[in-house]
């Protein structure tokens, strides 16, 4: 056991649920439409030591990343990521920063 890592509490049912229902809301999904929201820990160069996955479970999976815990996603970062305002992504990740909240956001395909 490594008692210098340092734990962090799961995040909470009810916030799970409101990211999910502002995912619906934003791309118009059905509510059979299953989206799955993860906290994992991002061990790539530069990136913060804990992202948030959603995954939205179309044919092709659409998978998208926030630099932060699920506790600190707000609406705002969800439409900034669902509804990017460049008409055209790259094909990888597109990260935006410098709006009123911090988080960065990456869209994978």
Request: glycine share 2%.
């Amino acid at each position: 056991m490594n008692r210098f890592t340092k734990k962090r509490a799961p995040a909470s049912p009810d916030t799970i649920r409101q990211l999910k229902a502002w995912v619906q809301e934003i791309l118009s999904l059905s509510a059979d439409t299953p989206v799955s929201i993860s906290q994992l820990q991002c061990h790539e160069p530069g990136c913060s030591p804990v992202e948030t996955v959603i995954a939205i479970m179309l044919q092709p999976v659409q998978t998208f990343k926030i630099h932060g815990s699920i506790e600190e996603v707000t609406q705002a970062n969800l439409l900034r990521l669902l509804r990017p305002k460049q008409p055209q992504l790259q094909d990888s990740e597109t990260k935006h920063s410098g709006s009123e909240d911090s988080l960065d956001v990456v869209r994978s395909q």
